[in-house]
């Protein structure tokens, strides 16, 4: 899967868990830029995630993600 | 992972366009939401799926709209976990079984707080029904390995605490109670000897849900057996430390989905809306093959055979279901005759004519003959399950009749069986000795409605059927069935005022109500109880009859008239000059509409609303008997003021 692939599907997970249609998912988006971003739905997004790729993150690896560009590079590297 | 019950296979999956149609709901008018909002649940839903539901939700809630005709109930949820993700599925999950559901949640790990304070925010929106979504962490569980005296000494201190929230919510805001069993945690110590050897952790979590399994059944309470969810799924599918660790999950969030709708099937059971008959397809689900091809030879019901016991575990099952009160009915594409053959004649069927209240073998289309058996048992839509491996005849049910629940059956028969009990239709939260009788009624009164048509004359069939009217104040022994009858009666029933066992044990102590519970017996059997009536007192000397219903089973009996002359000899006894009684419509009261009117009282009032107000002066009111013993016990008249 490449990264074209995993930003596409990034975007139908995003827009499902925030119910939100517009947002545009990029490298730098992070928590702050998106409303109802908060520690819950971010766990939501987290195992929505884990469950579209079929993958596991590490409590650790939860804790340091800091943007989407992280996140892409972890799922990057698991699938 | 057990995906029939981890995915909720027996409903029928969500389509690609559900975001869509969810944004269409906006702009719905009253009339429709409720409705609308039932039939967007009726799919398997994940967690963003469920989140969103419940967001419109909350959305229609804060702008005032009626959710009508789904029943409200207000669910206040106590845990010593992050339940913030389960709230929104509780929500959009009671909405497939009928309920308009509010849940109050306190701030996190509040538990014992929030139950003994009288002032709290639980106990100030004085919830319909509180949920102790407590898991093992939350128990003042200590090992005391080897130590049976220490062992139960933390058992019992374990249900003390139980007692002592339960007590504290009873006294503040008397809201149902449901406890739940716990799931005791995959980590072994021992190995195999945990469960033996007195003071583990598994030895001491057994001992505790057995024992509050049996304070939950003598108490009134209502238990979530959440141990057996995770028990069927697997307590290593249900417990994830990672989420414990991460965000105090109490469970994995793959299981939300299933522990939520297992949630809302018990409220919805607490407030009377589990169904109530299964009407079930003949060829290849009650047996293997086509009856009008394959003949009395070709069809496969035989032990020993793989096709034909999975279809003789789906008669068993039906005949264990019509054992604890769910009527059975058949809906079959079929010659009457031929359908009736196998019943008949086949030594290898559980299932007998007998044993079916209603046998609809015809050419019409199901979702016909479905509502004409909904009509012949006087019972609601929203009270049918309908069987059938037949994907286009289930399809058809659920579009034209979409009250009625219809499962999705999955390929191989062996497991029909496994998913129409895993739907959980007929969740019930209390057992009543009537409910083991309640199938034979609506076939009894089969029987009775032919003896209608020998004897001509309505007075001369009824004195020839012998009845026996009892009367009694509610007591505790009558209170199941008294829960049971007032929320789950639709039809006779005059305000379908809904009141929880604890609300029904005040009015049974308090002097001041007068109260009926009402059986009758005639020559087929007992009817058990049929009718139940409170009335309250109101301005002096007058009654206000809060609650009048009664049992569809025993309509044109006359059986009003000599309830109404019950009531007014107590009146009388009691000082009380005048009877007020009111009908408030709903969509399914319009049969009692009249009611009053029959029994000449005098309407003094109607409202916009469709709502009436009746009045009976007590002193020279003459009812009409009819032929029936009477029998009353139970009063004591000095304790009635008027």
Redo the contacts between chains.
Sequence with gaps: MDEAQIYARLSEIF???F?EDHIEVTPELSAKDVDGWD??TH??LI??IE?AFGVKFS?SE?GKLENVGALVSLIKSRV | MNSLETELQWLPRAPLDY?ARLRAVGNLDDQQLGRTLQALAHYALD??QL??LA?LCTKARSEGKSFAPLTPFRLAVLSNS?I??IVPALVASALRHGIDLEVIQPSYDQVAQEALTPDSTVNRARPDGVLFALDYRALPLKLSLGDAEASSATVEGALGYLQALRQGIKNNCNAVCIFQSFVPPVERLFGSLDRALPGTLRNLIDHINSELAGLVLAEGDVLLDVAGIAETVGSATWHDP?LW???KFSFS??LIPLYADHVARTVAAIRGKSRKVLILDLDNTVWGGVIGDDGLEGINIAQGDARGEAHLAVQRLALDLRQRGIVLAVSSKNTDSIAREPFEKHPEMLLKLDHIAVFQANWNDKATNIKAIAEELSLGLDAMVFLDDNPVERGLVRKLLPQVAVPELPEEPAYYARTLAAAGYFEAVAFASEDLKRAGFYQDNAKRANLQKQVGGVDAYLASLDMTITFQPFDATGRARIVQLINKSNQYNLTTHRYTDPEVAAAENDSSVFTLQVRLADMFGDNGMISVVICRPSDPGVWEIDTWLMSCRVLGRKVEHMVLREILEHARAAGVKKLAGTYKPTDRNKLVVDHYAKLGFAKVAEEESGVTHWELLVEGADIESAPMEVVSHGFFEENSIA
């Design positions: 827009q499902d868990v119910d520690s819950l766990i939501r195992l929505t469950k409590t939860i | 975001s967690v963003n989140t969103k967001k992050t913030d993700l990672k660790n991460m965000a969030d793959q």
